[in-house]
């Protein structure tokens, strides 16, 4: 018996280590912060659930350059213009289609990569990805392909390989919201509304709407603040945080960005999400709200 029992505490020991060796990528993955450097993706390139998705506003750009292994993301397929209006949520069925299609599975983690200084199309995958349900397992090349080509690393030609399907399956996480939701948190004061727009535009400069100004209430973090010019990335979290403590000073506090047409807006849902505050955007951002009936702007007084 006493021999019967040392096999047995010997399987269980194996058993135990057999899966540990299976979680502990899936736990290191885990970990992988929102914002990634060209150097975490060369390490993690052969992972089998690493995915990268390079997103270009023209297919012939990614053909002509993209990562080793990297899958063309069209921002258009998770971003449809509709009659509605511009870059719209996904329906998460079509949108489940899509990410199959690139191969991306249940367990994978995105890894998001643009070029040509195209950080808001990028950034507003992101906040789609967190939207359909994988926040936590979708990070940003910081930087771009621009960063990668900085460290020397070799690039590709053509359309990509092909891939197996994947088998994601989006499960909404509301992390786009609409105007009545915007309207509720105004009348409730639960979230602080951040207008992600340059600051001229914010104080009422005539931007192409019905109507011109900002939200009553919103706060200012221009998008254009948030990006380093010579990276065409995020400035460091240090330089971040000095636009966002005085607009957010309590990160419990949830906070609503937008912009016109909830594009650039996505840039303040990552820096944020970078900080560790709980942000959304604002779907049809200013292109709804002017024309909306009832949906009050507010301009800066004149001196």
């Given at each position: 018996?006493?021999?019967?029992?040392?096999?047995?505490?010997?399987?269980?020991?194996?058993?135990?280590?057999?899966?540990?060796?299976?979680?502990?990528?899936?736990?290191?993955?885990?970990?992988?912060?929102?914002?990634?450097?060209?150097?975490?993706?060369?390490?993690?390139?052969?992972?089998?659930?690493?995915?990268?998705?390079?997103?270009?506003?023209?297919?012939?750009?990614?053909?002509?350059?993209?990562?080793?292994?990297?899958?063309?993301?069209?921002?258009?397929?998770?971003?449809?213009?509709?009659?509605?209006?511009?870059?719209?949520?996904?329906?998460?069925?079509?949108?489940?289609?899509?990410?199959?299609?690139?191969?991306?599975?249940?367990?994978?983690?995105?890894?998001?990569?643009?070029?040509?200084?195209?950080?808001?199309?990028?950034?507003?995958?992101?906040?789609?990805?967190?939207?359909?349900?994988?926040?936590?397992?979708?990070?940003?090349?910081?930087?771009?392909?621009?960063?990668?080509?900085?460290?020397?690393?070799?690039?590709?030609?053509?359309?990509?390989?092909?891939?197996?399907?994947?088998?994601?399956?989006?499960?909404?996480?509301?992390?786009?919201?609409?105007?009545?939701?915007?309207?509720?948190?105004?009348?409730?004061?639960?979230?602080?509304?951040?207008?992600?727009?340059?600051?001229?535009?914010?104080?009422?400069?005539?931007?192409?709407?019905?109507?011109?100004?900002?939200?009553?209430?919103?706060?200012?973090?221009?998008?254009?603040?948030?990006?380093?010019?010579?990276?065409?990335?995020?400035?460091g979290s240090d330089l971040l945080k000095q636009l966002f403590e005085p607009a957010i000073p309590l990160k419990e506090k949830e906070a609503v960005t937008y912009c016109n047409s909830g594009q650039t807006a996505s840039v303040v849902y990552l820096a944020g999400r970078v900080l560790g505050y709980k942000l959304k955007v604002y779907d049809g951002s200013m292109q709804e709200w002017s024309r909306a009936e009832g949906c009050e702007l507010?301009?800066?007084?004149?001196?």
């Amino acid at each position: 018996m006493k021999n019967i029992s040392l096999i047995c505490k010997k399987a269980l020991t194996m058993k135990q280590l057999l899966f540990g060796l299976c979680v502990l990528p899936g736990f290191t993955l885990a970990q992988t912060p929102v914002l990634v450097d060209a150097r975490w993706v060369k390490e993690n390139l052969s992972n089998p659930k690493i995915v990268v998705l390079q997103t270009n506003q023209l297919r012939l750009d990614f053909e002509r350059e993209h990562i080793p292994g990297a899958r063309f993301l069209w921002p258009g397929w998770l971003a449809p213009d509709t009659p509605e209006g511009s870059l719209n949520a996904p329906h998460p069925k079509e949108a489940s289609r899509v990410l199959q299609r690139l191969g991306v599975n249940r367990d994978s983690h995105v890894v998001l990569c643009y070029s040509n200084q195209e950080l808001p199309p990028a950034a507003r995958m992101f906040v789609t990805l967190e939207h359909l349900g994988m926040e936590g397992r979708v990070s940003i090349l910081n930087g771009g392909l621009e960063a990668w080509k900085k460290e020397g690393y070799v690039t590709e030609t053509g359309p990509g390989t092909s891939v197996p399907k994947g088998d994601f399956r989006a499960t909404l996480q509301q992390r786009l919201v609409d105007r009545h939701y915007v309207q509720n948190v105004l009348q409730s004061g639960e979230a602080v509304i951040i207008d992600a727009r340059m600051k001229r535009f914010y104080d009422g400069e005539p931007s192409g709407h019905p109507r011109d100004g900002h939200i009553p209430g919103a706060v200012n973090i221009p998008y254009t603040d948030l990006i380093d010019n010579a990276s065409t990335g995020l400035k460091g979290s240090d330089l971040l945080k000095q636009l966002f403590e005085p607009a957010i000073p309590l990160k419990e506090k949830e906070a609503v960005t937008y912009c016109n047409s909830g594009q650039t807006a996505s840039v303040v849902y990552l820096a944020g999400r970078v900080l560790g505050y709980k942000l959304k955007v604002y779907d049809g951002s200013m292109q709804e709200w002017s024309r909306a009936e009832g949906c009050e702007l507010v301009k800066k007084p004149s001196n």
